[in-house]
């Protein structure tokens, strides 16, 4: 059960950088780097934006989870 929460520890944790870093920020940020040219002629971005926040926010609360279940699982230990 451990190895399981820190696999899943260590992956949701990778995601989540990747995620907030695709965010666009003030300057553009790395979502910019990738894919500016796609956003330019998409002429929905906010919805790609909107589905961006979504995932990021579903993908913290996964990563919280996991957080609380290794905490569990130490103080049961």
Avoid: P, Y
């Amino acid at each position: 059960m451990k190895l399981a929460l820190d696999i899943g520890l260590v992956i949701t944790s990778v995601l989540m950088v990747v995620l907030v870093l695709l965010h666009r920020g003030k300057g553009g940020g790395l979502s910019s780097l990738f894919g500016g040219g796609v956003q330019s002629s998409l002429s929905g971005s906010s919805v790609v934006e909107r589905n961006l926040d979504r995932l990021t926010v579903f993908v913290g609360i996964i990563w919280f989870i996991f957080i609380i279940g290794i905490g569990i699982d130490i103080k049961l230990s």
